[in-house]
Nanobody
Framework: QVQLVESGGGLVQAGGSLRLSCTAS????????MDWCRQAPGKQRELVAI???????NYADSVKGRFTISRDNAKNTVYLQMNSLKPEDTAVYYC?????????WGQGTQVTVSS
């Protein structure tokens, strides 16, 4: 059973930073495309950032220049460094693993940015 465990969420003031972590188990992490998406109340789910097994990255326009996705294959962990946070970044953030045609989700971690 694939497991994805996120951590690092919390409450931060606008302009602050947080780093989210997602540790995977029971997958071949190094060959797996990973991403972070978020869901805010009343809003559509948004893909925030994605990183391939080769380290290629892509970002939503709303977070470009502020967020950085990275991975440590030795630790089976993907990170999302979030800087210059804005109140509109408030959401539950989910880590996902893309394996074949399946997508596996973590439990989510709440990020709240106060103005």
């Amino acid at each position: 059973q694939v497991q994805l465990v996120e951590s690092g969420g919390g409450l931060v003031q606008a302009g602050g930073s947080l780093r989210l972590s997602c540790t995977a188990s029971k997958i071949s992490f190094s060959i797996t495309t990973m991403d972070w998406c978020r869901q805010a109340p009343g809003k559509q789910r948004e893909l925030v950032a994605i990183i391939t097994s080769g380290g290629n990255t892509n970002y939503a326009d709303s977070v470009k220049g502020r967020f950085t996705i990275s991975r440590d294959n030795a630790k089976n962990t993907v990170y999302l460094q979030m800087n210059s946070l804005k109140p509109e970044d408030t959401a539950v953030y989910y880590c996902r693993a893309h394996i074949g045609t399946s997508v596996y989700w973590g439990q989510g971690t709440q990020v709240t940015v106060s103005s």
